[in-house]
């Protein structure tokens, strides 16, 4: 298929930048081709910001905007404000960053609580309500926010509903050493991410958002998707299982990874490679199981291989 080597082409131009992650790269591509948002968390360093600029010069005519959020961050901040023109005396509204194809949100925990709740509306229905008008985000809209898993110092947890919006968490890890040498000498001179040239255009990167939603997705496996999601819920340890937001999201972002791997179906293997990335961050542990030093990651893990695949 051409959307395919559109799809190949991307990811191919990240991982010239982006070195030793082409794992995590395909998620996050998938994740951005399926229209959902992604939560990156990882330590300092390991190259989540780069990611994201890469993802953003990598596609010729989006708009990108980051924003580093700060304890005194607001709302307004991230939406935009009505500002009363003295000419006409009249208020007019200045759109925030908000408005744009890929935004990133940087150390998203740092916000408060308000300021994070701002991006629930606009990452769950594509759609911001500022002052009772509703303002439409056209376009891909793809939210990147990066947070420290080590650092809790002045920061604010995510709330379970904020979390949920997330169609992936992922992190990105250290890399081995023959790759930190590569990424040593593509830094030699100058950042790299500073001369990259598009690998696709607006209008191709719709045609493989378009494309990836055909992809067939058989009833059995529609079975299989809701099984593993319906797992995590009635167990004792978990107090707060996965929602049928997570359902659609495995679907969704399994058939981006079946385009990537030029399939014209989902394959079981699709669900499963995502399905921890898709379901553990959105599990609340009972605080007895936290206690015991239970994992979610580790729990969706031994939920895949306990739930029967089809055949």
């Known amino acids: 298929m051409i959307e395919t080597e559109l799809a190949n082409r991307l990811e191919t131009a990240i991982c010239t930048v982006v070195r030793g992650q082409q794992e995590t790269v395909r998620k996050v591509l998938a994740c951005m081709i399926s229209g959902g948002h992604v939560l990156l968390e990882d330590y300092p ?19 990108f905007k980051r924003v580093q959020f700060t304890p005194d961050l607001l709302p ?11 000419r006409t005396q009249e208020f ?25 709740s701002a991006l629930l509306e606009a990452m769950g229905e594509r ?39 997330f169609a992936i968490q992922c ?24 001369s990259m040239e598009p690998a696709l255009d607006r209008m191709e990167l719709l045609r493989i958002m378009a494309a990836s939603r055909k992809i067939r997705f058989s009833d059995e496996l529609r079975h299989y998707a809701v099984a593993l999601v319906a797992s995590t ?11 049928p937001r997570a359902s659609l999201a495995l679907m969704k972002i399994s058939q981006a990874i079946s385009l990537f791997e030029g399939r014209e179906f989902v394959v079981p293997e699709a669900i499963q490679s995502v399905a921890v990335d898709v379901i553990a961050h959105r599990l609340v542990l009972a605080p007895e199981a936290k206690y015991s030093g ?3 990651r580790q729990f969706v893990e031994d939920l895949v291989r306990k739930v029967p695949t089809p055949i």
Do not use: W
């Open 171 to 194: 992190g990105l890890g250290y890399v081995s050493a023959g790759d930190e040498a590569e990424i040593l000498a593509d830094q030699a001179e100058s950042n790299p991410v500073d």
């Open 294 to 296: 239970m994992d979610a």
């Open 45 to 63: 360093g390991t190259g989540k910001t780069t990611l994201a600029k890469a993802i953003a010069k990598s596609v010729c005519g989006t708009g």
């Open 233 to 243: 819920r009635g167990i004792p340890e978990i107090q707060l299982a996965a929602s």
């Open 127 to 165: 759609q911001v309500t500022i002052e009772g008008t509703r303002y439409d985000l056209d376009g891909i809209f793809f939210v990147i926010a990066t947070q420290n898993p080590v650092e809790f110092r002045g920061t604010y947890p995510l709330p379970e509903a904020q979390m949920d919006r």
């Open 92 to 116: 007019r509204f200045h759109k925030g960053p908000v408005f744009t194809d890929i935004l990133l949100a940087d150390e998203i925990n740092r916000a408060s609580p308000r300021t994070q």
């Open 76 to 86: 307004s901040d991230i939406l935009g404000v009505s500002v009363l023109d003295p």
